[in-house]
T-cell receptor, first 113, second 111 residues
Framework: DTGVSQDPRHKITKRGQNVTFRCDPISEHNRLYWYRQTLGQGPEFLTYFQNEAQLEKSRLLSDRFSAERPKGSFSTLEIQRTEQGDSAMYLC???????????FGSGTRLTVV | RKEVEQDPGPFNVPEGATVAFNCTYS??????FFWYRQDCRKEPKLLMS???SGNEDGRFTAQLNRASQYISLLIRDSKLSDSATYLC????????????FGKGTHLIIQP
């Protein structure tokens, strides 16, 4: 385990379909984060887990979005009834105790057509 | 006012030159500060943390000015490989555990 893994790398879906992304953090990291990044913008915070507990959700996380981390290891991010505005790079990051910076995965690039 | 603001650039700089850019943040309670580097279509990677006393890592120097609420990054003897987007990142602590990213400053080092 050398880093944060995200799957799939790319996803093209039709508007209205549901999609699910997976993130496998660095194994010893107990904190896991989801961010979204669109072209020309910095990553925007979506949600955060400490172990299996979802401790914070951004206002960006509408009711069509749900994230889970059932066993405190990998996490999934599901988007229901996708819209074209959901097209973005979805980044997962993990960290250990303390604010010493995150390690990001390579991201999942979602295109909604 | 946005939480973290950066000049998007691009900054076009000749190889070997020194370049500096700043970032301002709005939350005076912010506790942790970082610079991340992001290459085109890649994920952000931690470049360096920013400490209150300022810190240096090779050709890179980061400084924090709490009174004026800005962070700076200085790159000396710039290399072609320094071309990237540099993201200013702030953690406000408290109940907001997520990092807040600026939009980034695009740096292009020209031969």
């Amino acid at each position: 385990d050398t880093g944060v893994s995200q799957d799939p790398r790319h996803k093209i879906t039709k508007r209205g379909q549901n999609v699910t992304f997976r993130c496998d953090p660095i194994s010893e990291h107990n904190r896991l984060y989801w961010y979204r990044q669109t072209l020309g913008q910095g990553p925007e915070f979506l949600t955060y887990f400490q172990n299996e507990a979802q401790l914070e959700k951004s206002r960006l996380l509408s009711d069509r979005f749900s994230a889970e981390r059932p066993k405190g290891s990998f996490s999934t991010l599901e988007i229901q009834r996708t819209e074209q505005g959901d097209s973005a790079m979805y980044l997962c990051a993990s960290s250990g105790q303390g604010y010493y910076g995150y390690t990001f995965g390579s991201g999942t690039r979602l295109t909604v057509v | 006012r946005k939480e973290v603001e950066q000049d998007p650039g691009p900054f076009n700089v000749p190889e070997g030159a020194t370049v500096a850019f700043n970032c301002t943040y709005s939350n005076s309670a912010s506790q942790s500060f970082f610079w991340y580097r992001q290459d085109c279509r890649k994920e952000p990677k931690l470049l360096m943390s920013v400490y209150s006393s300022g810190n240096e890592d090779g050709r890179f120097t980061a400084q924090l000015n709490r009174a004026s609420q800005y962070i700076s990054l200085l790159i000396r003897d710039s290399k072609l490989s320094d071309s990237a987007t540099y993201l200013c990142v702030v953690n406000s602590g408290g109940g907001a555990d997520g990092l807040t990213f600026g939009k980034g400053t695009h740096l292009i080092i020209q031969p």
